[in-house]
Nanobody
Framework: VQLQASGGGLVQAGGSLRLSCAAS????????MGWYRQAPGKQRELVAI??????NYADSVKGRFTISRDNTRNTVDLQMNSLKPEDTAVYSC???????????????WGKGTQVTVSS
């Protein structure tokens, strides 16, 4: 199983970026999919996550970021609007995946992508 992330880059404050992540490989079922970020000198934090019909966001991004998932394509996107300099971080996608019906679900991570917001 692999997670391939794309998007990210450099944007001015107030701008927008979209991150995309696609899961591929031997997948029986994907439970949760989400995005995390880690800024320099800080711990990794959850940005947004979707599981079943529910979504959760970090308080710092509520109203600005939107997570969306396409179960037919095994993808999860993160639309980031009204970006702030404090959103600067390496963003990584995560998926909790069952590869078959009998093994437990496992965490998988995509390669991080840099998001830099200039003031």
């Amino acid at each position: 199983v692999q997670l391939q992330a794309s998007g990210g880059g450099l944007v001015q404050a107030g701008g927008s970026l979209r991150l995309s992540c696609a899961a591929s490989g031997s997948i029986f079922r994907i439970n949760a999919m989400g995005w995390y970020r880690q800024a320099p000198g800080k711990q990794r934090e959850l940005v947004a996550i979707t599981n079943g019909g529910s979504t959760n966001y970090a308080d710092s991004v509520k109203g600005r970021f939107t997570i969306s998932r396409d179960n037919t394509r095994n993808t999860v996107d993160l639309q980031m609007n009204s970006l702030k300099p404090e959103d600067t971080a390496v963003y990584s996608c995560n998926a909790v995946i069952k590869r078959n019906d009998y093994d437990p679900a496992t965490d998988y991570w995509g390669k991080g992508t840099q998001v830099t917001v200039s003031s």
